[in-house]
């Protein structure tokens, strides 16, 4: 696994902190981006939250899947989460470290009291003192958040640097992209009430030393979920159901539990999102398709990482971007001309450098900046690479040259590939490529194309573009 190493320096450790008016809770921040470029340490939120006790179990929720393993488990460091402030909420993310679930706490407006925030994405400081002490809060006292130093931080700025050393995974970057990509195509499957929701939960069996073998299936009935023995329409893939385990951090406080999926088409395993909803805020956990198996490998963006329209398309929508809470892909068309199909796959492509996310409840894009190289998801990704290899090399033989306008008769041929000793044949039914190699005879394009079927995609546009230059 390709790794850097990111240091985060924070002025102080995060803490909480018994004040005369109640407790205070400082979460001190490392360098991030704001509207007006890199602070080293930005603030982003100063006031009182509306359900302390609710607000601080989610973010142990949070830290606690950053700090998870929940497949092979070994010990191993965790990822501070990453804060964004969006101007009307505040939204908390990690990443398991092996890149299986996905977590957000979203405290919106009136969970921060009708108070604003800042803009800008930036990483928080959570050690292990800060976690004990809110695992200890029960009642709903008073609470202060600040999210960034205080003014008498800022002006002893040259004091003291708590800093951590933190290993940065490339399929961690690669694994939020996709997850956005999958959520995109989620609806929701089921909502049951914070009773129903507890009973469920704690119905789920517990996995052992790795992640439980196979995946589980839900449907709705009548007020709860019950298992089914097989992928009916409407049921909802509960793939690894011990990676719900931070959701019971906030059940006490939890009015209803929200379960999004996509549509079933056949028995295979997909991801699920399941969204806890609490005063003034949300919890969500996103899982893979299987416990064994994280995000980082699902091809998902493929796609739009492998055209050059993709690229120019997402420079341009970039810089209309403004730290938006919710993006609408219909008005970025509007703003920047392009097609509102082409927006979103500037999104995506976006979605691979960090710097968008999406946000289930809202069915809505939104605008953060992680900390992370943008051209590292496209160096690391080994399908991508190949493909590229593999054009580069002369291997692709097209046999019916540019993409033709209209659909291809089912099942068509329209490349061959040279691979290693072997040439595979590419096919094309309803603008689907299919391949004779072993990763589609596995995966069945469940998983995104093989490297075989993109560089087919990436030769076809590259001939249409000569065929458009020559004329």
């Not at 029960?138 to 800093?163: F, I, W, Y």
């Not at 793939?239 to 028995?267: C, H, I, N, Q, W």
């Not at 998801?377 to 593999?390: G, I, M, W």
């Not at 291809?408 to 490349?415: G, H, I, L």
Request: charged share 25%.
């Amino acid at each position: 696994m390709t790794r850097s190493t990111q240091a985060l320096a924070y002025s102080r450790p995060s803490a909480l902190e018994h004040t005369r008016g109640g407790r205070l809770l400082g979460l001190e921040t490392s360098g991030g981006l704001t509207p007006v470029g890199a602070e080293a340490h930005p603030r982003f939120f100063s006031g009182f939250l509306s359900s302390p006790r609710a607000a601080a179990r989610g973010l142990l929720a949070v830290a606690d899947v950053a700090g998870a393993r929940y497949y092979q488990r070994v010990p191993g460091r965790s990822l501070d989460p990453v804060v964004t402030g969006n101007g009307d909420r505040l939204r908390f993310e990690s990443f398991s470290g092996c890149c299986g679930v996905y977590a957000r706490l979203d405290v919106l407006e009136d969970g921060l009291g009708g108070a604003g925030t800042g803009h800008g994405t930036t990483n928080v400081d959570v050690n292990n003192p800060l976690r004990e002490a809110l695992s200890r809060m029960a009642g709903d006292d008073p609470l202060h958040l600040r999210v960034g130093p205080d003014e008498l931080a800022v002006t002893t700025v040259g004091g003291s640097v708590v800093e951590k050393k933190v290993p940065l995974p490339d399929r961690w970057l690669r694994g939020f992209a996709e997850a956005q990509v999958a959520s995109a195509g989620f609806d929701l499957r089921a909502e049951l009430t914070g009773a129903e929701a507890v009973r469920f939960l704690r119905s789920l069996p517990r996995g052992g030393g790795n992640a439980s073998r196979g995946a589980m299936w839900v449907v709705p009935a009548g007020r709860t979920l019950r298992p089914t023995t097989r992928p009916v329409p409407g049921a909802v893939c509960l793939p690894g159901p011990e990676r719900l385990a931070s959701l019971e951090r906030v059940l006490r406080d939890a009015t209803a539990l929200r379960v999004y999926g996509p549509p079933v088409a056949d028995g295979a395993a997909v991801s699920s999102a399941w969204e806890a909803v609490l005063p003034g805020m949300r919890l969500t956990l996103t899982l893979s398709p299987e416990a064994a198996r994280g995000f980082s490998g699902e091809g998902g963006v493929l796609e739009a990482l492998a055209t050059e329209e993709a690229a120019e398309d997402a420079a341009l929508v970039s810089v209309l971007l403004a730290w938006e809470p919710r993006i609408d892909p219909a008005e970025l068309a509007v703003e920047s001309g392009l097609p509102v199909e082409r927006v979103r796959a500037a999104l995506t492509r976006l979605g691979t450098a960090g710097r968008v996310g999406y946000d289930i409840a809202d069915a809505a894009y939104f605008h953060r900046e992680l900390p992370y190289d943008a051209g590292r998801v496209e160096r690391h990704n080994p399908r991508l690479v190949a493909a590229r290899a593999l054009l580069a090399e002369g291997a692709v033989t097209l046999d019916d040259g540019p993409a033709p306008a209209a659909p291809a008769a089912p099942a068509s041929s329209v490349a061959s590939v040279a691979s290693g000793e072997r040439r595979y044949q590419v096919r094309e039914s309803a603008g689907v490529l299919s391949c004779t190699c072993r990763w589609w005879a596995d995966h069945r394009g469940r998983r995104g194309p093989c490297k075989h079927a993109l560089a087919v995609r990436m030769a076809r546009r590259a001939a249409v573009a000569t065929v458009g230059g020559a004329r």
